[in-house]
Structures are given as C-alpha cells and as structure tokens.
C-alpha cells in the first residue's frame, strides 16, 4: 500500500484563460528577455539584471497594471513579478516592451515554492501583495494566501527594515491579515493606530481597484517593516 501524498493547498485556481495573438506574440518574443525559467537553485539577481539594485517582489500581478507603472516610477529598484497566469505574463510582457522598462523581470510560477527554492535569506528590499483573493467562504479561508507559515517564509526572504504592502477591497480579508500579522514578531505594523495606512505614492491606482470602489468597497493598505 502506498502513503497518500501530501497536497500543498494553493492560494489560486488555475484558470485557462484565453490568449489574445498579441499576448501570445509576446510570450513568444518578449519570455527570453523578461522572463526567469523555473529552476531549483537561489537567483542571482545582479546576473538577471544586469546590475545591483534594491529588489521587490510582486505576488500576483494580474495583468500587471501596477507592476510596469510602479517600475517605471521607481527605476533605481528592480522588480520582480510573480503570476500564474498566462494572459496576465502576456499583457505585462507587452506593456513592458511598450513603455521600454528594462527593470522588470517575471515568473510564472506558484509563489509559495518560488519563493522557497529561489530567493535567498534577506535578499529582498519589499514584498508587494496587492488585491489577493480573499476567499470569502469560511470553508475557502485556509486557501488565502496569508496564513502563519507564508508570513515566515516572507520574514525570511526580506532584509532588515524591509518593507511588506498589502492592499485590499475586502474587509473581513484585511482583518485577517491584521490577525495573521500580530501573531509574527518579526514584523512591526506602520500604522499609528495598529491597523491600516493610507495608501503610498508607489502604489498606482488599477482598473481593479476603481471598480471595487465603484461598488462601494473601501480599500485598506497594510504596511509592515521587517524588523
């Protein structure tokens, strides 16, 4: 008989969304400059690209909205993108080929191992998590992607004085990752109160976003320093 197998509970659903020409053409054209093979060794940042700099992580950049214009407002900082989907990798792909921005680069893998396998003790300057899914269903909550054991892996990927952001429309989300967060002494909340910040200059408003508010959700920025 064999032992069951052990299933990593994932914070997405896979869906298979359709690719446009374009997205495919730059998937095509734009992956072998843009793009971090999957791989079992710690990235070399400096050899990726081209040049030392402060890096911020990006988990779940859809279709990359924020990523391009935040690296194309921060261009002393490099930034990488980490997405499981592939229309999304495509839009960013050609948004990045569009606007010229060489400070970018992008994985299209799950966050969880990628960041186990391939990003080295304190190498990051930030992390940045914006608009997760925020699996309302009490049954779905194990599924979010802030729970204790990420928190850790996060501390462990960031530099001293690091900065973690999150942003969300959902309320009951964001006092989830307020409980999640005071739990973890490695990191101490920005906000004066305890709770939410106002949202940073380098956090540009998306479509996403607008619509939420169009619904009457109001956003919340969490902000926390890696102690």
């Given at each position: 008989m064999t032992e069951p197998t052990h299933r990593n509970i994932r914070s997405f659903v896979l869906r298979k969304g359709r690719l446009t020409t374009a997205q495919q053409h730059a998937l095509d054209e734009?992956?072998?400059?843009?793009?971090?093979?999957?791989?079992?060794?710690?990235?070399?940042?400096?050899?990726?690209?081209?040049?030392?700099?402060?890096?911020?992580?990006?988990?779940?950049?859809?279709?990359?909205?924020?990523t391009w214009q935040m690296a194309r407002a921060?261009?002393?900082?490099?930034?990488?993108?980490?997405?499981?989907?592939?229309?999304?990798?495509?839009?960013?792909?050609?948004a990045l080929d569009e606007h010229s921005i060489e400070n970018v680069r992008i994985a299209c893998e799950d966050a969880v191992p990628f960041l186990q396998k391939r990003i080295a003790t304190g190498s990051l300057a930030g992390v940045r998590i914006y608009f997760a899914d925020p699996w309302p269903k009490k049954r779905h909550h194990k599924r979010r992607i802030i729970q204790p054991e990420f928190v850790e892996e996060l501390a462990r990927c960031l530099a001293k004085d690091g900065i973690l952001h999150l942003a969300t429309d959902w309320q009951p989300y964001a006092e989830h990752v307020l409980e999640v967060m005071r739990s973890n002494t490695e990191?101490?909340?920005?906000?004066?109160?305890?709770?939410?910040?106002?949202?940073?200059?380098w956090r540009p408003?998306?479509?996403?976003?607008?619509?939420?508010?169009?619904?009457?959700?109001?956003?919340?920025?969490l902000l926390y320093r890696r102690s």
């Open positions: 734009l992956w072998p400059h843009y793009g971090i093979e999957p791989g079992e060794t710690v990235l070399d940042f400096d050899d990726h690209f081209g040049r030392s700099a402060d890096v911020i992580v990006e988990i779940g950049f859809g279709n990359g909205e924020s921060e261009p002393e900082k490099n930034f990488v993108g980490i997405e499981v989907h592939l229309p999304g990798v495509g839009q960013l792909l050609m990191f101490s909340n920005l906000s004066a109160s305890g709770d939410y910040c106002e949202r940073p200059d408003y998306t479509k996403y976003e607008k619509r939420g508010q169009r619904l009457g959700h109001e956003v919340r920025d």
